[in-house]
Nanobody
Framework: QVHLVESGGGLVKAGGSLRLSCLAS????????MGWYRQAPGKQRELVAA???????NYADSVKGRFTISRDNAKNTVYLQMNSLKPEDTAVYYC???????????????WGRGTQVTVSS
């Protein structure tokens, strides 16, 4: 089993910054992609940013230029630096990761429990 634990959420004023972290632990041989999604009240969960094991990134248009995703493969950790936050960024942010349990295979895909980000105007 693999566990994803997010941290770093909180309350911040518009224009402020937060840094989210997500640590993956458990039976991990390798991690392919890691990413951040968010879900605001009454809305569907949406991709915020994703990063491959090789460092290729992908961002939602709404966060380009403001958010930066990065990862530390040695620590099985992915980060999301969020700058110039807006009230519309308010949501629960979820970490996501997929990979393999062992060299023999065994694919996994897990979600974290989420961390609340609230941006006040």
């Amino acid at each position: 089993q693999v566990h994803l634990v997010e941290s770093g959420g909180g309350l911040v004023k518009a224009g402020g910054s937060l840094r989210l972290s997500c640590l993956a632990s458990g039976s991990i041989f390798s991690i392919n992609g890691m990413g951040w999604y968010r879900q605001a009240p009454g809305k569907q969960r949406e991709l915020v940013a994703a990063i491959t094991s090789g460092g290729i990134t992908n961002y939602a248009d709404s966060v380009k230029g403001r958010f930066t995703i990065s990862r530390d493969n040695a620590k099985n950790t992915v980060y999301l630096q969020m700058n110039s936050l807006k009230p519309e960024d308010t949501a629960v942010y979820y970490c996501n990761a997929d990979g393999y349990y062992s060299a023999a295979g065994g694919y996994f895909h897990y979600w974290g429990r989420g961390t609340q980000v609230t941006v006040s105007s």
